[in-house]
Every structure is written in C-alpha cells, then in structure tokens.
C-alpha cells in the first residue's frame, strides 16, 4: 500500500525566499503525483500534477520534480510571497489496480513573513 | 463555472440523526469522489464513482452511502450518525479514474455530538 510523507509539517520563511517542499513515497510504481494548496477553511486547490514519465512540472513559480528511484517528490516555489501562505498536500497515485484511488501526504504548513 | 459545489458548508447532528451531503459539477467529468479529511490522518477516500451508474468503496467506507444521481450529482448519506463521523467532507471530480487531475469542492464541515 502507498504511504506518502511530508516532512516538515510546518516551515517559515522570509518573503522573496526560495523554498523547496518534500513528499516521499514508498511505492515506486506510481503513476502520477500531485499537488495540492490548501487555505484554512478551504478546499484543495490542484497546483501541478506529474506523470511518473515525466521528470517535472512547471507552473508559473511552482515547479514539481519526480524521482521515482528515491521515491521523492520536491516542490519547488521560487520567489516566496505572503500569499503563498498555506499547507501544500502532495497525493500520490499508484499504477494497476486501486490506480482510482489517490493517497494522501499529511501535508506541509507553509508561512511566509513579510 | 462554479466548478464542484457542495451543500451545506456546515452541518451539526446529533448522534443516530441522518443526513445527506450534496455534491455538483460543472466540467462534465465521468468520475466523482469523496473524501473525508482529520486532523493528523490527511484525506482518505470514502465512496467513488468512476462513471454516471457505477459506485465502489474507498478506503473508509463503513457508514456511509453514495449515489450517484447523474452526470453531474454525487451524494453522500450518513444514515446513522456517530461522533467519530465528525470530519471535513470533500468531494472532488475528474474526466475519469485513470489518473486525471482531480478537483476539489470547499468542503462540509461536518460535527456530530
């Protein structure tokens, strides 16, 4: 069964900073991975999602990588804002059977300070 | 477009009470979902529905049931409320199963007393 990890659950940095956010997996065969944004009282709000054929993903100042080999996945946000402010899921999705069923990392607190 | 809607944003029962949690799309997707999120354990998948007429359990499915009312409906019912049934309840929608973006509703805050 698929675990997904994000360490740390919580990280602050100073506006204008580069930051790099972390999700792990234990299953190397997976099928695609995504990225997730999520406002306190809010829904998910999808970022990225990376086909397991690709190597990365880009998106304005988001920029997704997958190693399938380490079983990592890295977000990369360049430029940090105030408004970047939020907790970034990553979820997972396995290949064959249960490929539906998307598994869920717990998530990384993200607060940039002005 | 609204993109997936649900009703109610938030919802207080007491135990025993029932209760059906309504969900909607606009991007005429195939497949449907839900999920309930908690503190400390992430999003888990409760029901899905791959295609208009078709239901399958998740990874949590116990006292809960869907249906899938068309196209563009997807509900969720609680029929006998308990308080570990206290969660945030999103329901999200794809093209299809076979690993397309998902997208997400702004959640049902649910609380059981």
């Known amino acids: 069964k698929q675990e997904v990890t994000q360490i740390p659950a919580a990280l602050s940095v100073p506006e204008g900073e580069n930051l790099v956010l972390n999700c792990s997996f234990t299953?190397?065969?997976?099928?695609?991975l995504q990225w997730f944004r999520q406002d306190p009282g809010k829904g998910l709000t999808s970022l990225l999602l990376i086909q397991s054929s690709q190597r990365e993903q880009t998106s304005g100042r988001l920029n997704a990588s997958l190693d399938k080999s380490s079983g990592r996945s890295t977000l990369y946000i360049a430029a940090s804002q105030p408004g970047d402010s939020a907790t970034y899921l990553c979820?997972?999705?396995?290949?064959?059977?249960?490929?539906?069923?998307?598994?869920f990392g717990k998530g990384t607190k993200l607060s940039v300070i002005p | 477009n609204a993109g997936v809607t649900q009703t109610p944003k938030f919802q207080v029962l007491k135990t025993g009470q029932s209760m059906t949690l309504q969900c909607a799309q606009d991007?005429?997707?195939?497949?449907m979902y839900w999920y309930r999120q908690d503190p400390g354990m992430g999003l888990r998948l409760i029901y899905y529905?791959?295609?208009?007429?078709?239901?399958d359990k998740g990874e949590v499915p116990n006292g809960y049931n869907v249906s899938r009312l068309n196209k563009r409906e997807f509900s969720l019912r609680l029929e006998s409320a308990a308080p570990s049934q206290t969660s945030v309840y999103f329901c999200?929608?794809?093209?299809?199963?076979?690993?397309?973006?998902?997208?997400f509703g702004p959640g049902t805050r649910l609380t059981v007393t």
């Open positions: 529905s791959a295609s208009e007429g078709t239901t």
């Open positions: 979820a997972g999705r396995g290949s064959g059977a249960g490929s539906y069923q998307l598994t």
């Open positions: 299953d190397s065969a997976i099928y695609n």
């Open positions: 991007m005429n997707h195939n497949s």
């Open positions: 999200a929608s794809s093209i299809s199963v076979d690993g397309y973006e998902q997208y």
